[in-house]
């Protein structure tokens, strides 16, 4: 097996059924080259062939084969024309008698062979190092390092396709995305696996398995996420991996408790999809939102916190003292108390055409998740707040030009300041006040919008490539099934404000009033966006996720 510091080298795979002369060969390659490649031997052409796929799909670099031309059942032209379908760069050369060397001769043509070097090859200081060193330096030169790490082939405007690349993304998992109509790289995973476009999305990771079309929990389960719970009952259950809850999470296991936080998609929230944040405290020339949750997650791992996702949570039950979260599929958490940090969506736009298009060249945010599709394109952005600000300035990066679509007549009222300044000076940043979509537009995806405008009801049809749609927030609390009273649209109440609703003294039943962000069942805590009144910053959210923490700890008290 290679060791750990062998594993990331190029290789160089020799085949020879000659067990003393494949032991020579082996020897004297690793005398010379084992510091920069790894070596490889095998008696066994079949062998060899069935290891090609392998390595092929886990992303390991093959730099040279070297296989004698004289073997049973296939020879060693035969074995370098099967060969060079998985790795056409690789240099080929072939051992030979000096019977052999017509047969040789004739495979120049036949697999572009390199070299052909004839048996035996003493003193290796004058018949092999200088043909291997000189074949190795030209392939150096001619190569281009490929990607080690998790490959999706798929289509690109594909909402499978489009799901999966979300995933990862959110979850920081790098990966490769292989467009099946563009990328020469995908058409030959497929063939080599015997796989076509009908069984697209495919996934390859790094061991060399795939996945066909795979759902996000097989995803998860595959890359390690979703791990089973490891306590019987948790000092808290954090619902909602935003900056609230990473917040939360970093402070509560800081602080000694038991804690868990459960995602329903991909740590960071809203703020994690953020290609540039800029108002943070302590960061003065920004950072991304990945960048700020990959920091915030890997600080509440290391304290303590445990994660999972993807999983939704679909109910909460209160007895005896202890809260139960019931997972969607149907696992029991028990837990002493709960901080619901599941913060806001982004609003649906009910337009003619654009649910046939979601996924497909429209999008809810993700604007760094799609925005390498967008290159020399007339990309859409609808919306006036940072989000919108935010990714208009990333994706005019890429596209040809970026349209920001709004219904006011400026930005100064639902957009920070520095923000409007850095749009007004990208050229290719184009603003439409007073503009609405009334129609998307396309075949298997979009590619016109009706605009209209809503003083003089006009409407123009333009080209359209991408759309992407940023209308204000909802909170994600319709799966809240317990007495926690939520205001009209649907936020989470907490703390005094409680007061003001006619059914609050018919829930609360403790003899103090409910703490800040206490919700009105005792022990059920809400921070951050998902909150009624809340500030929606950044800033603001992590400060209400690690001040919920306190809270927990005065409530823990009590019970105890």
């Not at 697999?111 to 074949?135: A, F, M, N, R, T």
């Not at 497929?190 to 390859?204: A, E, Q, R």
């Not at 749609?469 to 649209?489: H, V």
Request: proline residues 4%; negative net charge.
């Amino acid at each position: 097996m290679p060791t750990d510091k062998t594993m990331n080298l190029p290789i160089i795979l020799c085949i020879d059924d000659d067990a003393q002369v494949l032991r020579a060969l082996v020897r004297d390659l690793k005398s010379k080259y084992r510091d920069q490649y790894k070596i490889i031997s095998t008696a066994d052409v079949k062998e060899a062939l069935a290891s090609l796929l392998e390595l092929k799909n886990k992303g390991e670099t093959i730099a040279m084969f070297i296989t004698d031309q004289r073997m049973p059942g296939v020879e060693g032209v035969a074995f370098l024309e099967k060969a060079i379908s998985f790795y056409p760069e690789a240099k080929r050369v072939l051992l030979t008698a000096y019977s052999d060397t017509d047969a040789a001769i004739k495979a120049i043509n036949t697999v572009q062979l390199d070299y052909y070097l004839v048996k035996p090859w003493d003193p290796p200081e004058e018949k092999l190092y200088p043909v291997i060193s000189g074949l190795l330096e030209d392939w150096q030169t001619e190569y281009h390092s490929d990607f080690k790490g998790i490959k999706v082939v798929g289509q690109q405007y594909s909402r499978t396709s489009h799901t999966i690349k979300e995933f990862l993304a959110g979850n920081l998992i790098p990966y490769k995305w292989l467009d099946v109509q563009t990328a020469e790289e995908s058409g030959r995973l497929l063939k080599l696996n015997n796989l076509s476009n009908d069984n697209l999305p495919v996934i390859f990771f790094e061991d060399g398995s795939y996945l066909i079309n795979p759902t996000i929990i097989e995803i998860a389960q595959k890359v390690g996420l979703n791990p089973q719970v490891k306590h019987d009952v948790y000092d808290v259950v954090i619902i909602g991996g935003g900056p609230a809850g990473l917040a939360a999470g970093v402070y509560g296991a800081s602080e000694g408790l038991k804690t868990l936080l459960i995602e329903r998609r991909a740590p960071g929230g809203q703020a994690g999809t953020s290609s540039r944040i800029e108002n943070y405290l302590g960061f003065p020339t920004g950072l991304s939102g990945a960048e700020l949750t990959r920091r915030a997650v890997t600080q509440a791992a290391r304290l303590g916190t445990e994660l999972i996702t993807p999983q939704s949570v679909k109910d909460i039950q209160q007895k005896d003292g202890y809260n139960k979260i019931i997972l969607e599929d149907d696992t029991v958490i028990n837990t002493r108390s709960v901080i619901i940090t599941t913060g806001v969506d982004y609003r649906t736009l009910d337009t003619k055409g654009v649910a046939d298009f979601t996924g497909a060249g429209i999008y809810y945010g993700a604007a760094m998740t799609e925005a390498t599709a967008c290159r020399d394109k007339e990309v859409y952005v609808v919306g006036g707040g940072n989000s919108a600000g935010q990714a208009a300035m990333y994706l005019s990066k890429f596209a040809k030009n970026v349209y920001i679509l709004i219904r006011k007549d400026d930005l100064s009222s639902t957009m920070s300041a520095y923000l409007i300044e850095q749009i007004k000076g990208v050229p290719n940043i184009i603003l439409r006040p007073k503009t609405e979509i009334t129609e998307a537009k396309g075949s298997d995806k979009l590619e016109q919008l009706t605009l209209m405008n809503i003083e003089t009801s006009e409407t123009a049809t333009v080209e359209a490539d991408a759309l992407y749609i940023f209308i204000g927030a909802k909170p994600f609390t319709d799966w809240i099934a317990l007495d926690i009273i939520k205001d009209e649209k649907g936020f989470i109440e907490t703390g005094r404000e409680l007061k003001g609703y006619e059914n609050f003294t018919k829930i609360w039943k403790q003899n103090r009033d409910p703490y800040l962000l206490e919700t009105s069942c005792p022990g059920i805590f809400a921070a951050g966006d998902v909150r009624a009144r809340a500030m929606n910053r950044v800033a603001a959210a992590v400060g209400e996720g690690s001040m919920a923490i306190s809270f927990v700890h005065k409530y823990l008290a009590e019970v105890k």
